[in-house]
């Protein structure tokens, strides 16, 4: 006589992100959260000089590895780029408005990461990229736009949400929609069903 199948332990994710949560709800994902607490300054001033995919991917395993709990744990992270520039998340509305001033007519390059981590061993990591490019935006619509989207774009590093009225800052979009998100989902759920953790 043969039992069910044992679950495998839920899913951690090492992140605060609402969109990361709201990917995984969607794609109909089990996981727990306990946001990973790491110096994510100091890695980035040791990795000064690398490739903005690189250390997105590097962050990424970092949160990961910093849990140790049972089962897989998922780490994330997201870096934005722009003529030569990596931005961090704005610190108050004046930075938020300070970085839009900077991406006005600009190029911006996103990159995403996600990482697993299991016995404090990363088994799997991915980054993806995609480019932005913004319209020129006038002081009226950034203090609009701030009106209307602050603060719930204060964790958001590019000071926008793609599925809200972000969208209206760009003239043009090149990469996969869930990397603009802030995860590559669909490596993620590739690499998840891997491991047993989803059904293939």
């Not at 934005?80 to 839009?100: Q, S, W, Y």
């Not at 799997?124 to 995609?130: E, L």
Request: glycine share 8%.
């Amino acid at each position: 006589m043969t039992g069910k199948p044992i679950p495998a332990p839920p899913l951690v994710l090492a992140s605060r992100s609402a969109s990361r949560r709201a990917m995984l709800d969607a794609a109909g994902v089990a996981y727990a959260v306990s946001p990973a607490d790491i110096d994510e300054s100091a890695l980035k001033t040791v990795m000064s000089g690398e490739h903005p995919a690189f250390i997105a991917e590097a962050l990424a395993k970092a949160k990961a590895l910093a849990l140790r709990t049972e089962g897989l744990v998922l780490g994330s992270d997201s870096l934005v780029e722009c003529n030569g520039r990596m931005f961090d998340k704005p610190t108050d509305r004046i930075d938020a408005a300070n970085h839009l001033r900077w991406f006005s007519g600009r190029l911006l390059n996103l990159h995403s990461a996600a990482a697993l981590a299991r016995d404090g061993q990363t088994i799997w990591s991915h980054a993806a990229s995609a480019q932005l490019q913004l319209r020129p935006l006038s002081e009226e619509f950034i203090a609009h736009y701030l009106d209307a989207e602050w603060p719930a774009i204060a964790g958001c590093v590019g000071v926008f949400r793609i599925e809200g009225m972000g969208v209206q800052l760009f003239d043009r979009i090149d990469g996969d929609y869930f990397t603009i998100l802030g995860m590559p989902l669909l490596a993620l759920l590739a690499a998840l069903r891997r491991f047993g953790q989803l059904p293939a």
